[in-house]
């Protein structure tokens, strides 16, 4: 099954970035009051993320809590540690300022990312179902509640989101 795994990692890239691309797309239609194509690039987008998650399962890519929470670290340590240096480096090499502050900031997200699963592994039954914040212009996650002013991009409070659970959406 070489060819069948190899196929399966790319449809789960594509189908990936499609569902990425197809919520850009909706932002951007909400964002001009065209409600109709909103929809249906949202509608698409949860299409095209039940194909990735089939395609992720065949690979056998979720595993038990513990598992996933040791993969997620360990993706999360390989992109603060080396992807976004790198990014950040030749970025800076090129003078492409925006990148390099989206690299940047990335970053620094990342590496709470890698804590959060740090300390949810630490014991995941008794880690706390909490509400959680997003910053709408870099990324950064806040437990219980938004700050004041986001620690990594300096964003306001009301930059803030509130992450809506699968199950109540």
Do not use: W
């Amino acid at each position: 099954m070489v060819k069948t795994e190899k196929n399966l990692k790319e449809a789960f890239a594509g189908e990936s970035q499609a569902y990425q691309r197809y919520l850009a797309f909706a932002q951007r239609a909400a964002d001009e009051y065209k409600e109709g194509v909103y929809k249906l690039f949202q509608a698409v987008a949860e299409s095209e993320l039940i194909h990735a998650r089939r395609h992720l399962g065949y690979l056998k890519g979720v595993q038990g809590t513990a598992e996933n929470l040791q993969a997620a670290m360990a993706g999360e340590a390989f992109e603060f540690q080396t992807m976004y240096p790198k990014m950040m480096s030749e970025a800076t090499e090129e003078n492409a300022a925006g990148p390099k502050i989206s690299f940047t900031q990335a970053n620094e997200v990342e590496k709470v990312h890698h804590g959060l699963f740090k300390r949810a592994l630490e014991d995941p039954d008794k880690f706390p179902a909490e509400d959680y914040f997003i910053c709408n212009a870099c990324g950064y996650i806040s437990a219980k509640e938004p700050p004041d002013k986001c620690p990594v991009c300096g964003a306001v409070k009301k930059a803030f989101y509130k992450v809506i659970s699968a199950k109540t959406r």
